[in-house]
């Protein structure tokens, strides 16, 4: 298997320095290059196309913050391992799709961990975003402790609440920042959509029921509860009751 490319930035030799040495003790990963500020981190990213990314926050110059928004931006982003002594930036590193967030002194296992994560991270996410969700796959969830992988299969529903989607799983549940849009346009098969603001796993659908006021409600399978469904969406549940088949979907 190729080794994950890893850029290091940090504004403090000693730091990089460390960082380079946990890397190269572990085999399925290499340095390719280092960056002491923010706008060297940029022009690093450009010319060595990382897979990885360690990245300080404070740093002269952008700081790790304005970096990781840049490079979110990218058609081909790098994974963003925040490596920092703060830890009041964990809900900020959330919002630029942070992998993990990790506080120095980087320990090995600690590290070990978030460049797993953020290598599978790596290989999940293209897929999707190449138009092609895979048949049976996991979804990969960028979380400000990190990334959590759901397995499509126990996704019972996901509900949009203002900026975030919140996905409910049979392990329970995790704050993401998929639109509910691009979670119908690449997992259609798994998810159908019954209210504007909530996407149903297919597996957990048990019935349409009417309550006494004339409310459609998706009545879920193994007692899991009741989710509102909309008039304009309840046509197209009935119509996919009507078409289920056992392991058809």
Request: aromatic share 6%; glycine share 6%.
């Amino acid at each position: 298997m190729t080794s994950q490319r890893i850029l290091i930035a940090d504004d403090e030799p000693l730091a990089r320095d460390r960082l380079r040495r946990l890397v190269e003790g572990l085999p399925e990963y290499s340095v390719c290059g280092e960056a002491a500020d923010g706008d060297r981190t940029l022009q690093a990213v450009a010319e060595l196309e990382p897979d990885i990314v360690l990245l300080d926050i404070r740093m002269p110059g952008a700081d790790g913050m304005d970096v990781a928004a840049h490079l979110s931006q990218l058609e081909r982003p790098p994974a963003v391992i925040f490596c920092t002594a703060y830890d009041h930036y964990a809900l900020q590193a959330f919002e630029v799709n942070a992998s993990a967030y990790l506080m120095k002194p980087i320990r090995k296992d600690a590290l070990t961990k978030a460049l797993q994560q953020a290598a599978k991270t790596n290989r999940l996410q293209q897929q999707p975003l190449a138009g092609t969700a895979p048949a049976a796959a996991e979804l990969a969830v960028r979380t400000y402790r990190g990334t959590e992988l759901i397995d499509l299969v126990s996704l019972i529903y996901c509900q949009a609440d203002q900026k975030y989607v919140t996905l409910h799983h049979l392990q329970g549940n995790v704050l993401s920042d998929y639109t509910l849009k691009e979670l119908e346009q690449h997992y259609g098969d798994h998810l159908l959509r019954v209210h504007r603001n909530t996407l149903v796993g297919t597996r957990f659908i048990q019935a349409l029921h009417r309550n006494i006021s004339g409310q459609a409600t998706l009545v879920l399978r193994d007692g899991l509860g009741e989710l509102p469904v909309s008039r304009r969406h309840a046509s197209e549940l009935r119509q996919w009751l009507q078409d289920y088949r056992p392991g058809k979907h």
